[in-house]
């Protein structure tokens, strides 16, 4: 059944499929922790259902696995005609990816379901209080990075993650998790340009540019501004600088234009619904984006081409 699975997921473009039990998951104390510490800003549903992400066969009962799926997004970073840019995962010319996703992962469920009739499963994308990384991780799909990103040797971590969760007697599939293959390098940590990324593994959210910059709600401040390069939603760089993901990173190369900031600044809320209303730039929104792009386009201008990363 896992092979015929993980063939069906290759054909609907999945790069990765892992299973594992659905038991409390690797670095679950390590979560609990870094929430008591405060270090997740105001994303205040992480704080919540903490017993479903410690037990999350709370999530669907009489649960015995949990499919961790991997879905590539572009290696290439969107950008402006002005030379301005936003994280590669926004994919402004493409539906939200929680939606894709989702039916592409049906399609998988029902294979489970004709299999394994009169069982039940659930798909989860961002949608229910799951360790999503942690799972992947104990499936042995890829290790955790010093950037806390997922991380699959020979493709890299630019990719999404999906799962579903199901009542199916899957067939034992025991692989070990994979070891930290990060070696000496510390590039993540010395690149980003908040000091986020502390210490290895340690990630202070309240000072992320992906956070700051999407989920924070009020100005866009000039000190943060300063720290955000030409990027006006979210932040790749330790992403960027990683060198798992310098891997076949020449093979996409077909620019992603986005509309110029100009444009984006006169946008009114309809123009933007019908430019950008069913992509996942909903999320910040056409407020937040705008406060962004006017932070940094207040400050003294730099050399576009200094900061356009292809890689
Ligand atoms: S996304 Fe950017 S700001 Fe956040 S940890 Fe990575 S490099 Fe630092
Ligand atoms: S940049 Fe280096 S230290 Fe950071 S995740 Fe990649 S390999 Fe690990």
Redesign the pocket.
Known sequence: MISDLIEKAKGLGFISLGVSRAETPPFFDQFSKWICAGRHGEMSWLERHMEIRQHPRRLLEGCNSIISLVYPYTKIKPCTPDGFTIARYSEPKKNDYHRRLRQMCLALAESISERYPKTNSRICIDSAPLLERSFAYASGIGFIGK?NSLIIPGYGSYFFLAEILTTAPLPAYETSPMENLCGQCKS?IE????G??EAPFN?DAAK???YLTIEHKGPTDRSVAMKMGRCFIG????QEVCPYNHVNAQAESEEIMLPSTEEILNMDDRQFSDTFGDTALSRPGLCKIKQNILAIRSLPSRDPGQEKTIY
Do not use: G, K
């Open positions: 950037n993540c690149a980003c340009p908040s986020a990324l990630l992320c540019l992906s932040c790749d760089i330790c």
